[in-house]
């Protein structure tokens, strides 16, 4: 469906969305190329989200820098109109078509922004750094369980066999040993290449030995894997736990998340998962940086902390704007899941 800018008005509604699988990979082509053509223009969260407000408001009352967006890409209005319609019909197909190709969810700021719930800023006005809390129990830990505040409990995954047995080596004799490991990270996980050019898993456990040692003049690298094959879990989790501090009641995920490299890490991302977030660093330092969603920007700060080897880190990635930078030299590996 191809729709021009001056076609786009509030009084000609737009029809359910095909679900053919077509349509669904025409879904993920066309956000992918939207980002992508917006990041590089330098287009800001604020804006992206002043489009959406501007679909309800007549044109005169639209900022310059507003209008300018929507003559970026045609597809920004396409877009926009489809995640903000207030047809429930409509935007329930959309989302449903959108959840089920994964290449929309890791980077696509336009979806976060237009289908995310409004933050509380409430959350985050009094914060301007991370909640560090020594190793601690269930019963300590109570408290804090569900406060959404980002909390580093230091020292938690110290002891965690994991932390001197998990490393790149470890991983490619698992997937190489398990049948149809790599598959299904391919068909039923997730792979993550971030800014990396690896395509799948398999290619990186490919790589030449010198990358895989970010040796001098080849390019650093940095994924991420959600693993759900029984079998690969069945053997990760004999040299790990679920956070021993997390409530007895609470609802775990059954998949579990592995990001390992160099450098540069996650970009600035909003997380599309249920629940809240645990991440265990178990090699090297990872330096995150949290802002606010744009309407807290006015009363909450933008917060930066060091994650170090053994520590826990509990954060609401659906509600923090997220990113992470790996110490120069280092290599990361972490574990992650979520509980709620």
Same mark, same amino acid.
């Given at each position: 469906?191809?729709?021009?800018?001056?076609?786009?008005?509030?009084?000609?509604?737009?029809?359910?969305?095909?679900?053919?699988?077509?349509?669904?990979?025409?879904?993920?082509?066309?956000?992918?190329?939207?980002?992508?053509?917006?990041?590089?223009?330098?287009?800001?969260?604020?804006?992206?989200?002043?489009?959406?407000?501007?679909?309800?408001?007549?044109?005169?009352?639209?900022?310059?820098?507003?209008?300018?967006?929507?003559?970026?890409?045609?597809?920004?209005?396409?877009?926009?109109?489809?995640?903000?319609?207030?047809?429930?019909?409509?935007?329930?197909?959309?989302?449903?078509?959108?959840?089920?190709?994964?290449?929309?969810?890791?980077?696509?700021?336009?979806?976060?922004?237009?289908?995310?719930?409004?933050?509380?800023?409430?959350?985050?006005?009094?914060?301007?750094?991370?909640?560090?809390?020594?190793?601690?129990?269930?019963?300590?830990?109570?408290?804090?369980?569900?406060?959404?505040?980002?909390?580093?409990?230091?020292?938690?995954?110290?002891?965690?066999?994991?932390?001197?047995?998990?490393?790149?080596?470890?991983?490619?004799?698992?997937?190489?040993?398990?049948?149809?490991?790599?598959?299904?990270?391919?068909?039923?996980?997730?792979?993550?290449?971030?800014?990396?050019?690896?395509?799948?898993?398999?290619?990186?456990?490919?790589?030449?030995?010198?990358?895989?040692?970010?040796?001098? !003049? @080849?390019?650093? +690298? *940095?994924?991420?894997?959600?693993?759900?094959?029984? &079998?690969?879990?069945?053997?990760?989790?004999?040299? =790990?736990?679920?956070?021993?501090?997390?409530?007895?009641?609470?609802?775990?995920?059954?998949?579990?998340?592995?990001?390992?490299?160099?450098?540069?890490?996650?970009?600035?991302?909003?997380?599309?998962?249920?629940?809240?977030?645990?991440?265990?660093?178990?090699?090297?330092?990872?330096?995150?940086?949290?802002?606010?969603?744009?309407?807290?920007?006015?009363?909450?700060?933008?917060?930066?902390?060091?994650?170090?080897?053994?520590?826990?880190?509990?954060? !609401? @990635?659906?509600? +923090? *704007?997220?990113?992470?930078?790996?110490?120069?030299? &280092?290599?990361?590996?972490?574990?992650?899941?979520? =509980?709620?």
């Amino acid at each position: 469906m191809k729709i021009a800018v001056g076609e786009i008005t509030t009084a000609n509604p737009v029809r359910p969305p095909e679900t053919s699988s077509g349509t669904k990979s025409d879904l993920c082509d066309r956000f992918v190329a939207l980002n992508e053509s917006l990041l590089r223009k330098g287009v800001r969260l604020d804006e992206l989200r002043g489009v959406a407000k501007c679909l309800d408001e007549p044109v005169d009352n639209c900022s310059h820098s507003t209008l300018g967006l929507w003559a970026i890409t045609p597809l920004v209005a396409v877009i926009f109109v489809v995640v903000v319609s207030d047809s429930s019909y409509y935007f329930d197909g959309m989302m449903k078509s959108a959840l089920s190709v994964k290449c929309v969810l890791p980077n696509n700021y336009v979806f976060w922004e237009a289908t995310r719930p409004v933050m509380d800023c409430r959350i985050c006005s009094n914060l301007t750094a991370v909640k560090i809390l020594n190793n601690l129990t269930r019963s300590d830990f109570k408290p804090f369980a569900y406060s959404y505040q980002p909390i580093l409990v230091k020292g938690a995954a110290a002891g965690w066999p994991a932390v001197q047995e998990f490393d790149y080596a470890f991983f490619k004799r698992l997937f190489e040993a398990v049948p149809e490991a790599y598959k299904s990270v391919d068909e039923d996980c997730q792979f993550l290449n971030f800014k990396s050019n690896f395509t799948s898993l398999q290619e990186v456990f490919s790589m030449p030995e010198d990358r895989v040692r970010n040796s001098v !003049d @080849t390019h650093p +690298w *940095y994924i991420g894997w959600s693993n759900c094959h029984p &079998e690969v879990l069945k053997e990760m989790r004999k040299y =790990y736990e679920k956070p021993h501090f997390l409530p007895e009641e609470a609802e775990h995920s059954h998949i579990e998340f592995v990001f390992m490299g160099y450098q540069q890490g996650a970009f600035m991302h909003l997380d599309y998962i249920s629940r809240l977030m645990w991440q265990a660093q178990l090699k090297g330092h990872k330096v995150w940086r949290l802002t606010p969603t744009p309407e807290c920007e006015s009363v909450c700060s933008s917060i930066s902390f060091t994650v170090s080897p053994g520590d826990i880190l509990l954060l !609401d @990635t659906r509600q +923090w *704007y997220h990113d992470t930078y790996i110490l120069d030299g &280092e290599f990361s590996i972490t574990v992650s899941s979520e =509980y709620g």
